[in-house]
């Protein structure tokens, strides 16, 4: 079942306020929690999500995994396959565990990313165009704006790839109101999206 990823990455936006996240937690922190809000969600749609899920030992650790059934023997249909990564060194080994080869391979695919630029956006972005083999892959990357530096990443840019195409983005701002983060949503402006398509 294909989902509809931008409207997950909607309703994270508008939900981020509830996770009650401030500047003064740490990374492990923010990872926790957006992986246990992407947990319920998953169980309140009816599908059966799991964390560090190996798919029975036939892959790499997920984060999180939904999936759509399970007949007592065997699981079938790996809906969704989530990674959460804070460390921007890690970013390129995120995008290989969600669209490397493997045995199962999952209908939908969510990287959550830190990346310290717009321009490592860029580069990224090149990769998974080259890399990714599945039909609906949203990368969500936090990052700084280039207007100025602030304790925590205050960008957030969401782009849908159909395999090797951008078919959609959004872009949302972070905010902190007595030092709880709240997310809102802003649009990219056409200059930012050189180089992107």
């Not at 304790?151 to 959609?168: G, S």
């Amino acid at each position: 079942m294909k989902l509809d990823l931008m409207k997950l990455f909607d309703g994270y936006v508008r939900n981020y306020h509830t996770f009650n996240l401030s500047v003064h937690h740490g990374k492990h922190s923010f990872t926790m929690t957006e992986i246990e809000y992407f947990s319920r969600l998953g169980s309140m749609l009816g599908y059966l999500p799991y964390t560090e899920d190996t798919a029975g030992g036939t892959s790499r650790p997920m984060d999180l995994s939904w999936w759509g059934e399970y007949d007592g023997e065997y699981w079938y249909d790996l809906i969704l396959h989530l990674e959460r990564e804070n460390l921007p060194d890690k970013d390129e080994e995120t995008l290989d565990k969600l669209f490397c080869d493997r045995e199962m391979r999952p209908l939908n695919v969510i990287g959550i990313m830190n990346v310290p630029s717009r321009d490592r956006i860029k580069e990224l972005l090149s990769i998974a165009k080259a890399t990714c083999k599945v039909d609906n892959a949203l990368l969500v990357f936090r990052t700084y704006s280039s207007r100025k530096k602030k304790p925590y990443f205050d960008e957030v840019q969401a782009y849908l790839l159909n395999k090797r195409k951008v078919t959609d983005t959004k872009a949302a701002f972070v905010t902190d109101i007595g030092g709880t983060l709240f997310m809102h949503f802003h649009p990219i402006n056409n200059s930012d999206q050189e180089g992107m398509e």
